[in-house]
């Protein structure tokens, strides 16, 4: 009778814990690999007013706004998707922004990351790579971030680390595809 009723327990429990596990439902993680392979974004969010009028004054966006045919006075938000990243911890949203639309290259874009703080978006990295990823190690308190580009017979990673401002090289290495 005894194992009769901690059978009936043990079933019970794994019956429960079953059930909260399929009630429960977790949040989906944040993207931390972006593609040049994909079209945009996989987590978007919007871009606020302040991040829009940096990308505004980037070189590369400035001049694909003055070869439009007309020429714009404000790029097109097609041209970009956004999501939101935690370089610095839980309590604090960054962005990654990616290039779409007019901006894409063949097999590269380009990326610009933001920190999102109180004070205004602050543009801590910007540059061209066929992929960005936010590594979970930490410099300075934010997360590395790598850009790997290649060729047809070389891979291009760069390792960045945060140092206190922007985003700096730590390692800048090529090697051959085999």
């Given at each position: 009778m005894r194992e009769t009723v901690l059978l009936a327990v043990a079933y019970l429990s794994v019956g429960s814990v079953m059930a909260l596990g399929q009630t429960k439902r977790s949040l989906p993680s944040e993207q931390t690999h972006f593609s040049a392979e994909d079209e945009a974004v996989k987590r978007p969010t919007a871009i606020p007013a302040d991040v829009m009028a940096q990308l505004t004054q980037d070189s590369y966006v400035r001049q694909a706004?003055?070869?439009?045919?007309?020429?714009?006075?404000?790029?097109?938000?097609?041209?970009?998707s956004a999501s939101v990243v935690h370089l610095g911890g839980?309590?604090?949203?960054?962005?990654?922004?990616?290039?779409?639309?007019?901006?894409?290259?063949?097999?590269?874009?380009?990326?610009?990351?933001?920190?999102?703080?109180?004070?205004?978006?602050?543009?801590?990295?910007?540059?061209?790579?066929?992929?960005?990823?936010?590594?979970?190690?930490?410099?300075n308190g934010l997360c590395k971030i790598e850009l790997e580009s290649a060729t047809a017979?070389?891979?291009?990673?760069?390792?960045?680390?945060?140092?206190?401002?922007?985003?700096?090289?730590?390692?800048?290495?090529?090697e051959d595809i085999k």
């Open positions: 706004m003055e070869n439009g045919d007309p020429p714009l006075k404000q790029p097109p938000a097609s041209w970009f839980a309590d604090e949203k960054d962005l990654v922004v990616m290039a779409e639309g007019e901006l894409r290259g063949a097999n590269v874009v380009n990326y610009w990351v933001f920190r999102l703080l109180p004070g205004g978006a602050q543009l801590v990295l910007n540059g061209p790579a066929h992929d960005l990823m936010v590594l979970k190690s930490r410099w017979i070389k891979l291009h990673t760069v390792i960045l680390r945060f140092d206190g401002n922007r985003y700096a090289i730590f390692s800048d290495k090529w």
